[in-house]
């Protein structure tokens, strides 16, 4: 009989392989689905203290991995949320000034084509005016 394994007995079974270098059952916990960030990473400190370099490095990969992974998934999610990011061609800022400077450029830059009389045929956006503080 097959069944699948809870979450929680995914996460120990990556903390126990971890903590005694089995590198193979390691990235077979990965791949179905344990959290490598369980219990504050308990994994890769158990490895990281028992010396398993193979482990440590095969633990950080997966950690950057889903890291990368979450912070598309935020962009996502705000991108949905903010109707100044959705559907006009604009990319996130990274939240510092040159990024939002370039921001701006970028939808000046688009409004001024949607004026142009040479883009009379093209298709009119609307857009929001910037919240004032």
Known sequence: MFWKKSQKRLDFDLWWSAWHGYTDDVRKSLAAGANVHAS???ALQWAEDHDRKET???LREAIEMQDAQAAKEKLELERQ????????????AEYGPKDIETLLREAMAEQEQVRCPAR????RR?????PQP
């Open 40 to 42: 504050d990473d308990a």
């Open 81 to 92: 949320r903010n109707p100044l990011l959705a559907g006009t061609g604009l990319r996130l």
């Open 126 to 130: 609307d857009y929001l005016p910037f």
């Open 120 to 123: 009379a045929g093209a298709l």
């Open 56 to 58: 440590v490095r095969v």
